[in-house]
């Protein structure tokens, strides 16, 4: 059975750091293409920053520069690095994987970026 389980989001000062993290169970993260998505309420959930089983990684145009998707093998985790947050940043941040044609999310982990 596939898990995803994110942990590391809170409130952050504009400009500030945040470091979110997926702990995966029931698939392998260094042979699965992942990603991290994004949902504020009233909005569609969007694409913040995906990684494919070779490495290659993508990320929303919002966020270029800003954030890194990396995966910890040894850990079976996927990580987010998040830094010049902005408040518009703000919103429940979600892990993603299509494992077998289907797909699975985490539970969320709330990100606030506010003075």
């Known amino acids: 059975q596939v898990q995803l389980v994110e942990s590391g989001g809170g409130l952050v000062q504009p400009g500030g750091s945040l470091r979110l993290s997926c702990a995966a169970s029931g698939i392998i993260v260094s042979s699965s293409a992942m990603g991290w998505y994004r949902q504020v309420p009233g909005k569609q959930r969007e694409l913040v920053a995906g990684?494919?089983?070779?490495?290659?990684?993508n990320y929303a145009d919002s966020v270029k520069g800003r954030f890194t998707i990396s995966r910890d093998n040894a850990k079976n985790t996927l990580s987010l690095q998040m830094n010049s947050l902005k408040p518009e940043d703000t919103a429940v941040y979600y892990c993603?994987?299509?494992?077998?044609?289907?797909?699975?999310w985490g539970q969320g982990t709330q990100v606030t970026v506010s003075s």
């Open positions: 993603h994987v299509i494992f077998r044609a289907r797909h699975y």
């Open positions: 990684i494919t089983t070779t490495g290659i990684t």
